[in-house]
């Protein structure tokens, strides 16, 4: 991927990229060469949104590039240069003028070229010349070459069908990560699980792929611990309580939550932050056997409380209890946990705009402001208590399911928050970690959600940037 991406010191010659909005079109114009304006006039470009225009140049080569940003609204949205790395013939450009982040404009470049090829004959080296962008002397290229392969590999796992990701395979991409990054790392998987993960052993005890608690240990013990927890669901079939097919065909995506956390981790190792990092993932797959847990079921959880099965396709948040549990108990300064949780999440925001829950109005605030510095969409949801009854059930401590059906995502961050108390601050992601249609920098497909905004509001607590 990083292939698209040169150094700002890269010799040889390089075409000029023009970014211009409808309104300044005719001030651009102006300023080129005569031919060049005359071949833009008589070609009709009026600066739409992602529109662009190859320029030749007086021998008949490419002289530039104009792209358009559209006039207000159309602009919004500043990953649509991205359309770009795609589009624009083989050889080396530069941005010239127009692009306000060239930090953020490279990353849409970059991330907009992603295509998942690994089932494709030729794999990833099919595509033959690309187009390349040679980055400003401005660019911090390790901070953008880390986001490039976080996300990259984000969607990769995510992309990958579970016959060829189950939980093994999961907890080896993790091992991967701690070895490249000098973290410890261990597994607690099978049986194993029974006297202190008894949630996750009971979802994923219907496989014959053994259920698993991943967990990895990073950074200087004296840091404030920073814990991240990701959903590892490696295939949904909604257990007894099976989904429909139309309901299970994106299912190999239902652990989004882990190859997330595990982006974001990348991220925080890469940059050096001052924490110490720890990474929870319970990874199981959610089968149908003679084994599997039912609807009634009663099952203790690592904290104590017992839980009622209210529904067995609401097994996300079970085995996330058992791992915001453990984190729990070392009273970590922040806890992060990320999931593809409810569809009720994706009717309220849709898919491009997770909701976050979290009772620190503080990192709340600090969250947001990231999320919109860097244009990464989150926004917060309420952590409403009077809806905790919902939650009650008449014979265990409480059910893993909400009574009438309302506020779905609410209800399942209620059960989560049942499970955290020590922590000073926790925070909840449900997100969708898939894009259902292409958009510029976003190929459909698996995705990264809120990890850049997370990284930026972890880094600006921690290290004061």
């Known amino acids: 991927m990083t292939a698209r991406i040169l150094p700002a010191d890269g010799s040889g010659p390089t075409l000029a990229i023009r970014a211009v909005a409808a309104a300044d079109l005719a001030a651009l114009l102006d300023s080129l060469p005569p031919a060049a304006a005359t071949f833009a006039r008589a070609s009709g470009f009026e600066a739409a949104a992602g529109s662009h225009l190859v320029v030749p140049e007086a021998s008949g080569g490419i002289g530039s590039v104009l792209f358009g940003l559209g006039k207000g609204s159309d602009a919004a949205s500043p990953f649509l240069i991205g359309k770009l790395s795609t589009l624009l013939p083989a050889g080396d450009y530069r941005f010239e003028s127009g692009v306000a982040d060239e930090t953020l404009a490279a990353l849409a470049w970059a991330l907009g070229a992603y295509r998942f090829r690994r089932y494709k004959r030729g794999g990833e080296g099919g595509d033959g010349p690309v187009a390349r962008l040679k980055l400003g002397p401005t660019v911090d290229r390790a901070r953008l070459e880390s986001q490039i392969a976080a996300i990259t590999g984000v969607r990769d796992l995510v992309n990958t069908p579970a016959n060829d990701l189950g939980p093994a395979e999961l907890a080896a991409a993790a091992a991967e990560m701690a070895g490249s990054a000098g973290a410890s790392f261990r597994v607690v998987a099978g049986d194993d699980l029974a006297a202190g993960f008894p949630l996750i052993q009971a979802v994923g005890q219907g496989s014959d792929r053994a259920p698993r608690l991943i967990d990895l240990v990073w950074g200087d013990p004296d840091h404030p611990k920073v814990t991240l927890v990701g959903k590892g669901v490696c295939f949904d079939t909604g257990g007894l309580d099976i989904k429909p097919d139309t309901n299970m065909l994106l299912m190999k995506k239902d652990m989004g939550g882990a190859a997330n956390v595990l982006g974001l981790a990348r991220m925080i190792v890469d940059a050096r932050l001052p924490v110490r990092l720890r ?160 958009k510029p920098g976003r190929p459909d497909g698996g995705e990264a959600q809120g990890i850049r905004a997370l990284f930026a509001a972890i880094e600006k607590r921690y290290a004061g940037a």
Do not use: Q
Request: avoid cysteine; proline fraction near 8%; hydrophobic fraction near 50%.
């Open 279 to 438: 990474v929870l993932i319970p990874a199981v797959e959610n089968a149908i056997s003679g084994r599997a847990f039912r609807p009634s079921d009663v099952f203790p959880s690592r904290k104590g409380l017992t839980v009622e099965i209210g529904n067995t396709d609401a097994e996300g948040r079970l085995v996330l209890a058992d791992a915001l549990a453990l984190a729990d108990e070392e009273a970590p300064d922040l806890i992060v946990d990320m999931a593809t949780l409810t569809g009720a999440a994706r009717v309220a925001l849709g898919p491009d705009v997770p909701p976050f829950y979290t009772d620190d109005d503080g990192f709340a605030a600090a969250l947001a402001a990231a999320s919109a510095a860097v244009h990464d969409p989150l926004w917060r949801l309420p952590l409403w208590m009077p809806y905790a009854p919902m939650l009650e059930s008449k014979i265990a401590d409480t059910n893993n399911i909400g009574s009438g059906g309302f506020a779905g995502s609410i209800i399942a961050a209620l059960f989560l928050k049942k499970f955290v108390e020590r922590a000073r601050t926790w925070v909840h992601l449900d997100i969708y970690a898939w894009n259902p249609s292409p």
